[in-house]
């Protein structure tokens, strides 16, 4: 494999460890965010110990939980999230990708180009040296490029644009004037 990537995010077992939203537990994996974060970097030494040092370990991550105007439920913020990829960079991770939340029908998720932005643009800002991806509504090539030119983010994520539209990558391509084409074509040995 070239890379690695931690799931921590959309209320997979990871995700709901570091939201005191769902992390009920009675042990040490409880409470503090320190405890909370505990099995996520246990994940990051494993994988770091066990995976080529040359190669980049990613971590998707969630955050906020979406449910602050519920004033009496506690969530995961940005605060903590910065936090959390600290430590997961120095237990040797090498690159987070920022994403929405979902775990509880009740979060409501803000839906406009850019809305999970900012989130990047705080991690890069607060973690120097660790790799940025942004997502979420991202859908032209020079809404991207703004996006890392302005140093919000290092890279830029897209994928439910290509569910409306298949030919984004060369869409975006020509639209930031490349010489973009098709990959050739090849016969399946199975046909």
Known sequence: MDTVEIQGAYGYLIHTFLSPLTNHRTDKYRGSLENRARLLLKVVREVCANFSAEKPIFLRLSFPDCVEYLSNIPSFVIEEAVQVARWAKDAGLDII?????????????????????????????????????AVRIINSGKQAQEIVESGKADLVAAASVFLKHPTFALDAGRELGVDVTYAPLHPCRYA
Do not use: C, M, S, W
């Open 97 to 133: 990708h920022v994403v929405a939340v979902g775990h509880t029908p009740r979060e409501k998720i803000p839906r406009f180009p850019d809305y999970l932005v900012h989130y990047a643009a705080q991690i890069r800002q607060d973690v120097p040296g660790l790799v940025v991806i």
